[in-house]
């Protein structure tokens, strides 16, 4: 029955453990800017960690004296399995939308494999978490790096467009035509009328190599066309 406790140092080993593999996450979460950053992950996979302890070890009384009744049985998963279905809740916070993007995905996806991190320390598979951390951190990284170089010259850029027609309630056609024969998507349109213009707000996804320039300059030139500009060009998390 000795095997229901493990001694404090190895408590405090496992939750230090946890704090370095969750924490490098979190860095390069914390450099890139984003919602959950160096404290959130270590935080996480504290959490995480002490939950699986607690599950597997916290009930030292009541699970020994269930084994040696030979009553209930012991089940040191109960608790630390609600941590799949509370990170969820954690990782859904992370996420944003503005407009048809979406962003924070990856932040959600790295806090999602912090609690995995955190309770395979506290379940002891060291092996495990600490492989789990390197992968995630050359998928962090090194992926950024191949995403940047290879997939990002062939994906399209999203864009903002801000178009004022001179005459009210005119349709937008002609503009729509001109960004479609410039191989520009138009995701979304709102309208804005007032007794002098129409002023329409776009959403747009420009191909490869993302010059929008030629196509602002046509707009430009539409006779029915009194000001275009430029609200955003972004890229992709």
């Known amino acids: 029955m000795a095997g229901l406790t493990i001694p404090y140092w190895e408590v405090a080993l496992r939750l230090l453990l946890t704090v370095v593999l969750c924490g490098a ?19 996480l ?12 070890y916290g009930f030292e009384p009541f699970t020994r004296a269930a084994l040696e009744s ?42 999602w494999a912090t609690a995995a991190i955190g309770m395979a320390v506290g379940a ?17 990284y090194v992926l950024r790096t191949f995403r940047t170089s290879f ?32 191989g520009i998507t138009v995701r979304t349109i709102d309208v804005e009328i007032d007794e002098e213009h129409t002023r329409y707000k776009l959403q747009v996804r420009i191909p490869p190599p993302h010059d929008i320039h030629p196509a602002l300059a046509e707009l430009s030139a539409l006779p029915e066309v009194a000001r275009v500009s430029l609200t955003g060009l972004r890229g992709f998390e």
Request: overall charge neutral.
């Open 25 to 43: 996450i979190g860095f390069e979460r914390e450099v890139r800017d984003q919602p959950a950053g160096f404290r959130t992950h270590i935080l």
């Open 45 to 56: 996979g504290l959490g995480a960690t002490l939950f699986t302890l607690v599950s597997a």
């Open 70 to 111: 030979g009553g209930l049985q012991f089940d040191p998963t109960r608790i630390s399995a609600q941590i799949v279905t509370g990170v969820g809740f954690l990782g859904a916070g992370a996420i944003i939308r503005r407009g048809g993007d979406v962003r924070g995905l990856t932040t959600a996806a790295s806090l």
């Open 124 to 140: 002891g598979y060291l092996f495990g978490a600490a492989a789990t951390t390197a992968l995630a951190m050359a998928t962090l």
């Open 151 to 182: 997939i990002y010259p062939l994906r399209l850029d999203s864009a903002g467009l801000e178009i004022t027609l001179k005459e009210p309630g005119r349709d937008p056609e002609g503009v729509v035509e001109l960004l479609r024969r410039h």
